[in-house]
């Protein structure tokens, strides 16, 4: 018998309602108690001994990381199989400004949306599961978990994000950092500079290379630096110097030439100085692929809101993500849902301020509403879940996302992610 998706709605609808309080009073707990990546431990004992008061049977630590956790619901209709739908919680802090990036929103958003499900009552079939993933602010917490397992047999994932507007199909820039240190020789900068090497001016070099590419690198290219040693002493030829580049494009092939640009300006700075250069990349986030299957329900239901749900400009500007990094293995969603105006962007105080706000709460609930509506939408009508893998198939086939096996093999070529002390 098919599922009665309207009293089914109606359930949840109430379900949500009654939930405000409580999802509420967690945002609020998250965003008064900030935590940096992987230090989450209040956040993710809170979210995770709610969910397990709600139903959901949870496995802390999920994927070796302390802060982490998977909380499982099986709709248990009749044993019949069906989709496992992941809502992902981030609910890290910044340094610095504490919840400037709304992450508290984020939390309760998705812990609502599991509880609702689970509150409503109505057996469905298929799982929903709450993931509870640290560090999105450095770390890479989800590309940790997925390169552990956590998301096997996960069918759909997706998340929400506080911004300024409302959106779904937004993407983001795939990125990877450097770390370039130039030794040189350290020498008397006045009564003896011909017998030292100087690192700084390498590192200036690498800068002045750099920016001579400017011109020829694509509208997305975002390639930026701080020098982060510059010498001890302005009487000492600097032996040492170091700088850091974060290096982004909207897609992995484009990121890749950006950053041989960025090797062959240093590579110039050490022939220009003598020099030696030392280069380290870490990891970064992938770029982001919404699904849009996935996406289209999920606007739906958030214009059901009452929001308006923007489409993305073409040359809208993004930062990066490791929701892009699942949305480079499975159908995934990183939407968007508006906190605050145009001028108040995310990671300033302002934004802190805007993420325990009546806008930030309504964000809770209306985002909590929004994903267990569009996950109930999945288990009604399975052919969604199927359509949505479809689409990504298609993208594989284009080389628009790298699959799950690529992508491991990828981030083999990396340093590993700083994993929590
Ligand atoms: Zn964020």
Same mark, same amino acid.
Request: charged share 20%; proline share 5%; with cysteine.
């Given at each position: 018998?098919?599922?009665?998706?309207?009293?089914?709605?109606?359930?949840?609808?109430?379900?949500?309602?009654?939930?405000?309080?409580?999802?509420?009073?967690?945002?609020?707990?998250?965003?008064?108690?900030?935590?940096?990546?992987?230090?989450?431990?209040?956040?993710?004992?809170?979210?995770?001994?709610?969910?397990?008061? *709600?139903?959901?049977?949870? &496995?802390? /630590?999920? @994927?070796?990381?302390?802060? %982490?956790?998977?909380?499982? +619901?099986? =709709?248990?209709?009749?044993?019949?199989?069906?989709?496992?739908?992941?809502?992902?919680?981030?609910?890290?802090?910044?340094?610095?400004?504490?919840?400037?990036?709304?992450?508290?929103?984020?939390?309760?958003?998705?812990?609502?949306?599991?509880?609702?499900?689970?509150?409503?009552?109505?057996?469905?079939?298929?799982?929903?599961?709450?993931? *509870?993933?640290?560090?999105? &602010?450095? /770390?890479? @917490?989800?590309?940790?978990? %997925?390169?552990?397992?956590? +998301?096997? =047999?996960?069918?759909?994932?997706?998340?929400?994000?506080?911004?300024?507007?409302?959106?779904?199909?937004?993407?983001?820039?795939?990125?990877s950092r450097v770390e370039i240190v130039f030794h040189g020789?350290?020498?008397?900068?006045?009564?003896?500079?011909?017998?030292?090497i100087n690192a700084l001016e390498a590192i200036i070099q690498t800068f002045v290379g750099v920016n001579a590419r400017r011109?020829?690198m694509?509208?997305?290219a975002?390639v930026h630096g701080i020098i982060t040693d510059g =010498?001890?002493?302005?009487?000492?030829?600097p032996?040492r110097a170091a700088a850091r580049f974060s290096v982004?494009?909207?897609?992995?092939?484009?990121q890749r030439r950006l950053m041989e640009m960025v090797h062959q300006a240093a590579e110039a700075g050490a022939l220009a100085t003598g020099a030696r250069l030392e280069w380290t990349e870490t990891?970064?986030?992938?770029?982001?692929?919404?699904?849009?299957?996935?996406?289209?329900?999920?606007?739906?239901?958030?214009?059901?809101?009452?929001?308006?749900?923007?489409?993305?400009?073409?040359?809208?500007?993004?930062?990066?993500?490791?929701?892009?990094?699942?949305?480079?293995?499975?159908?995934?969603?990183?939407?968007?849902?508006?906190?605050?105006?145009?001028?108040?962007?995310?990671?300033?105080?302002?934004?802190?301020?805007?993420?325990?706000?009546?806008?930030?709460?309504?964000?809770?609930?209306?985002?909590?509403?929004?994903?267990?509506?569009?996950?109930?939408?999945?288990?009604?009508?399975?052919?969604?879940?199927?359509?949505?893998?479809?689409?990504?198939?298609?993208?594989?086939?284009?080389?628009?996302?790298?699959?799950?096996?690529?992508?491991?093999?990828?981030?083999?070529?990396?340093?590993?992610?700083?994993?929590?002390?």
């Amino acid at each position: 018998m098919a599922i009665d998706r309207e009293a089914w709605d109606v359930r949840i609808r109430a379900a949500v309602e009654e939930l405000t309080p409580q999802l509420l009073a967690s945002s609020h707990d998250i965003h008064a108690n900030p935590e940096l990546a992987f230090r989450e431990h209040r956040a993710c004992a809170r979210l995770a001994d709610e969910l397990e008061a *709600g139903g959901f049977t949870v &496995e802390r /630590g999920a @994927g070796g990381l302390p802060t %982490a956790f998977k909380a499982t +619901f099986h =709709g248990d209709r009749g044993g019949q199989p069906g989709p496992t739908i992941a809502i992902l919680a981030e609910y890290d802090a910044l340094p610095g400004i504490g919840h400037g990036c709304g992450h508290n929103v984020i939390a309760t958003s998705a812990l609502g949306a599991g509880l609702a499900l689970a509150k409503a009552g109505v057996p469905f079939p298929g799982t929903v599961m709450v993931v *509870g993933t640290p560090a999105e &602010e450095g /770390g890479g @917490g989800k590309i940790l978990l %997925a390169e552990a397992g956590v +998301f096997e =047999g996960v069918d759909v994932a997706y998340m929400l994000h506080p911004s300024q507007t409302n959106m779904v199909k937004r993407g983001s820039l795939a990125n990877s950092r450097v770390e370039i240190v130039f030794h040189g020789r350290a020498a008397h900068a006045a009564g003896a500079p011909d017998l030292g090497i100087n690192a700084l001016e390498a590192i200036i070099q690498t800068f002045v290379g750099v920016n001579a590419r400017r011109l020829h690198m694509r509208d997305d290219a975002r390639v930026h630096g701080i020098i982060t040693d510059g =010498g001890k002493a302005v009487n000492i030829i600097p032996d040492r110097a170091a700088a850091r580049f974060s290096v982004r494009a909207r897609d992995r092939a484009y990121q890749r030439r950006l950053m041989e640009m960025v090797h062959q300006a240093a590579e110039a700075g050490a022939l220009a100085t003598g020099a030696r250069l030392e280069w380290t990349e870490t990891r970064g986030y992938s770029n982001m692929i919404a699904n849009a299957v996935v996406a289209d329900v999920f606007a739906k239901h958030l214009s059901a809101t009452g929001r308006q749900v923007d489409e993305p400009r073409p040359n809208q500007r993004m930062g990066s993500t490791d929701m892009g990094d699942i949305s480079q293995i499975m159908p995934a969603v990183h939407a968007y849902l508006g906190i605050a105006p145009r001028s108040v962007p995310n990671h300033t105080a302002d934004f802190t301020a805007a993420a325990a706000s009546p806008a930030g709460n309504q964000a809770v609930v209306d985002g909590a509403l929004a994903m267990a509506q569009t996950a109930a939408d999945m288990f009604a009508d399975p052919s969604l879940v199927e359509r949505a893998k479809a689409e990504f198939q298609e993208r594989l086939a284009r080389g628009e996302v790298a699959g799950y096996d690529a992508w491991i093999e990828a981030g083999q070529a990396y340093t590993p992610a700083p994993r929590p002390a």
